[in-house]
């Protein structure tokens, strides 16, 4: 989640200043104002697109039906014994939205047309923010009920201490390093107009160094489903034994 934030909050905090200098907008009001409408829209259709990812997992399990007292809402009524295989089948769903977001976003990186470039971004950035429900669950179900707020607590903390945090202001020098004509000063503006259009390819290489901090999530999703399975193997084998 570390992963998926910091890159998100990155690209919105110097997304209109990316777009700008990679010359597919004139005008820096409109750069801002359609990555602006481009990133809300994401999270708002991919928010509750996760959502129902998650339910039909959970359906699959009796715990998404919330007019039922015994089965909870979103796994609030999951026992124990289910709450690994939910986790390590929904993690697989979370690892294919990132890498089929991936797919879309990475091909930014050589486009020079505004449209296109905001319409894979939107579509990539749509995937990301299906995986929140996910991960929220996840972080639920992997340890019992009464600490399920600490691990809430826990895997917010590290979203800012790994990700929205440090993230933004480390692509802002990576990017004033690779293009200082792009560094904006205080009025607005590129301190450098005409040396920042020759240093778009160290705009697109900060892009890509961002974009590539998403793939940590691949890595420690897969982590965390064979921590799953392993402990799944050690019930089984308790149950076998008893």
Not at 98 to 113: D, G, K, R, S
Request: charged share 15%; net charge positive; hydrophobic share 50%.
């Amino acid at each position: 989640q570390a992963a998926i934030f910091g890159v998100v909050t990155a690209l919105g905090t110097f997304g209109g200043a990316f777009i700008l200098a990679l010359q597919l907008f004139n005008d820096e009001k409109a750069a801002a104002t359609w990555f602006g409408i481009t990133a809300a829209l994401a999270g708002v259709i991919g928010t509750p697109l996760g959502g129902s990812f998650v339910d039909k997992v959970l359906a699959r399990y009796g715990a998404s039906d919330g007019r039922s007292s015994s089965s909870g809402v979103r796994g609030e009524g999951v026992s124990d014994s289910l709450r690994h295989p939910i986790i390590a089948s929904i993690l697989p769903r979370m690892n294919a939205l990132v890498a089929f977001a991936m797919l879309f976003i990475f091909p930014t990186l050589a486009m020079e047309n505004a449209a296109f470039f905001l319409t894979f971004l939107f579509v990539g950035w749509t995937l990301l923010f299906a995986t929140q429900t996910g991960i929220n669950i996840c972080a639920m179900l992997s340890v019992k009920k009464a600490h399920r707020p600490n691990a809430l607590a826990f895997i917010s903390i590290a979203a800012h201490l790994f990700g929205d945090v440090p993230l933004p202001i480390v692509l802002g020098l990576i990017k004033d390093k690779l293009a200082p004509g792009c560094k904006v000063g205080a009025d607005g503006t590129f301190a450098n107009p005409e040396a920042c259009e020759s240093q778009e390819k160290g705009v697109r290489a900060t892009l890509a160094i961002g974009y590539c901090w998403v793939l940590w999530s691949l890595l420690f999703f897969d982590i965390a489903r064979r921590l799953s399975r392993i402990e799944i193997g050690k019930r089984r084998s308790d149950e076998m034994n008893s």
